[in-house]
């Protein structure tokens, strides 16, 4: 199946400074629903506006169902965009708000007061037609936002940081119905946010931008757990670094040693190469003595002990360097070690994360 | 001791304001009623009798007509002149901003009647625009562009084209962009986002730069007396008429009443639409 859009070689500079977008390609199936995830300053808005021609790219080109739309105006490409700061029109009622862009093509009377109407129920918003913009709270406008993007029945839906004016329990709310809202329609969408929790849950396949580039194009298990570069390893949830030299090497794994201790990682790696571990502190544990297995095991000293709830976070001392380790907690055990313990670290080998450094 | 503080700190300026203000309009307005024979004599009374003078007379009322339709004339031109500068200057992130901005204004620190002046050696039969037309061959004979209405047009455009500015910037803080963007998405060519968008947006704008430049225009009296060569009667040059050379003060008084009515209409109707915004 050929992709429903289509970013070809996209980059974007202004002036001769260095480039806010470069080498960027990316096809997008129909139906699906994309989150460009980086950093502020990343370039994830410069491509969403350059697909919603509202910026001209430098060089590259805009595919639409294999039509190139790189220079339509933008009032031609039937694009809904969602913008961060809501972007209602204030001196215009809710339902007017939505029934902008059918009035813009045309449609009035009976037809566009029922897309209107049908557009309002979707977000819930419908007791809220007659009230002004600013009469409504964050969330709710949001919604109204998001009607007016999807009565048109937009080719692509364009969602800048759409949730990250919002407090956090209605952004996860919002969050839920717009996927919800884009799962029933079908609608192929392109969400930008800096927020890893919102592109885990939400998407089909993530794409990591850092510095204008791409660094990895994955669905979201492959990103958390197959991270292509340190970036994303880093970027994507929290993770411990260290750095280590390859001892040996067998099919089946390799031995690595950093510091004064030796651990072991799956898969065959060159002996003698400096590399990157990184191992998620959740994926870690402590234990009062070694136990046996295939796990790996550093001697650790704990350094603080942090209680939030729902995790106990240890900062550990081990292998010449300071790892975070994150544990479950249970009211039977309570702070399980105290600050100046002497500990065994263990993880699986399987959760280590090798880049070539 | 608080709620005094305020009172205290009013009373200079009301006082001035009532001493320099309040009080010669009462007596303007007392002087309105009295009656005044030939030669200038006072005759004190209560009469409306110039009231009635100045709108029963055909001459007046088409001088009232007139200034009303210069008023509406050159404040729809300056509106047009100004707008899309404002909206430059409004909305430019250049670091010439400041300079763009001050330029702008900086025709207000002239007096309007040096302004008036330099307007006379352009559109004069000898002026700058006329060689100009002459020399590229488009007329043979100077065409008239002073001493006639024409003339106090251009020249109150021009004058009041800063202040217009001034007040149209003030009024677009509600001008996002991103408004814009959002009609563009939503279908709309740059022309309908502009008009059903921005120019909707920035009315606070439109309104309070109409006002100001309307009362202004309506109350002008240098431009219309030195750009219209004595031959465009408004209401100004009719009350410095009939105070100074007819010597009728009461009618004098009565038409600047008049005038004064006029402005607290204008002012009422745009209070309307400033609670309206505001609500």
Not at chain 2, 247 to 276: D, H, K, M, Q, T
């Amino acid at each position: 199946m050929p992709p429903y859009l289509e970013l070809k070689g996209i980059a974007k500079s202004y002036g001769d400074g260095a480039p806010t977008v470069a080498g960027f390609d990316l096809a997008v199936m129909s139906g699906e629903f994309i989150t460009l995830l980086g950093p502020s300053g990343c370039g994830k808005t410069t491509v969403l506006r350059i697909i919603a021609g509202l910026l001209a790219p430098t060089t590259g080109t805009v595919l639409l169902k294999g039509e190139d739309i790189t220079a339509r105006p933008t009032h031609l490409r039937n694009m809904g965009f969602v913008f961060q700061n809501y972007a209602l029109f204030p001196h215009l009622s809710i339902e007017r708000n939505v029934a902008f862009g059918l009035e813009m093509r045309g449609i009035s009377g009976a037809k566009a007061h029922e897309r209107t109407g049908r557009a309002l129920d979707l977000v819930r918003l419908s007791a809220f037609r007659g009230r002004r913009p600013k009469e409504l709270s964050g969330g709710q406008q949001q919604r109204a936002a998001l009607a007016r993007a999807l009565v048109i029945e937009p080719a692509v839906l364009l969602l800048d940081e759409p949730l990250s004016n919002l407090d956090a329990k209605l952004r996860e709310e919002l969050r839920d119905e717009i996927r919800e809202i884009q799962r029933r329609l079908g609608i192929t969408t392109i969400f930008v946010t800096h927020d890893q929790s919102e592109a885990l849950t939400m998407s089909d396949r993530i794409v990591v931008m850092e510095g204008g580039r791409v660094e990895q194009v994955a669905n979201p298990v492959d990103i958390y757990e197959r991270p292509a570069t340190p970036f994303v390893a880093g970027f994507i949830g929290r993770t411990n670094r260290l750095q280590a030299i390859v001892r040996a090497s067998a099919a089946e794994g390799a031995t690595l040693a950093a510091g004064d201790e030796t651990f072991t990682v799956r898969g065959a790696l060159r002996a003698g190469h400096a590399v990157t571990a990184m191992i998620r502190p959740h994926r870690m544990r402590l234990a009062k003595t070694a136990s046996g297995g295939d796990a790996n095991v550093l001697a650790a000293r704990i350094r603080k002990v942090t209680f939030a709830g729902e995790t106990i976070e240890y900062d550990v001392e081990a292998a010449g360097t300071t790892l975070l380790v994150e544990s479950p907690t249970s009211p039977v055990e309570g702070l399980r070690f105290a600050e100046g313990d002497n500990v065994s670290l263990c993880w699986d080998p399987a959760d280590t994360m090798i880049f070539p450094r | 001791m608080r709620r005094w503080t305020g009172a205290v700190l009013a009373t200079p300026a009301t006082a001035l304001m009532v001493l320099t203000f309040l009080l010669p309009m009462l007596w303007l307005a007392r002087l309105s009623l009295d009656r005044s024979e030939d030669g200038g004599v006072l005759v004190p009374a209560l009469s409306a009798g110039e009231y009635g003078q100045f709108l029963g007379d055909p001459f007046y009322q088409r001088i009232l007509l007139r200034t009303f339709e210069l008023g509406v004339t050159v404040t729809a031109l300056t509106l047009v002149a100004s707008y899309a500068i404002a909206l430059f200057l409004f909305r430019t992130r250049s670091r010439w901003r400041a300079v763009l901005a001050v330029l702008t204004v900086s025709p207000m620190l002239i007096s309007s009647v040096v302004r008036t002046y330099s307007w006379m050696t352009i559109l004069d039969d000898h002026g700058l625009v006329n060689q100009a037309l002459i020399w590229l061959g488009l007329v043979h004979r100077p065409i008239a562009l002073m001493d006639n209405l024409l003339g106090v047009e251009i020249g109150l455009v021009q004058i009041e084209m800063p202040v217009m500015i001034l007040a149209l910037m003030a009024g677009f803080a509600r001008l996002d962009p991103t408004l814009e963007e959002a009609a563009r998405c939503l279908g709309a060519a740059p022309w309908r986002a502009f008009l059903r968008v921005t120019i909707p947006l920035s009315a606070p704008g439109i309104v309070l730069g109409c006002l100001v430049t309307f009362v202004q225009v309506m109350s002008s009296f240098v431009t219309p007396s030195l750009l219209g060569g004595g031959r465009v009667y408004v209401m100004a040059t009719t009350i410095y008429q009939e105070a100074l050379e007819t010597l009728n003060w009461p009618l004098a008084a009565a038409i600047s009443i008049i005038l004064v009515v006029v402005f607290g209409a204008c002012l009422a109707a745009y209070e309307r639409f400033a609670r309206r915004w505001a609500a």
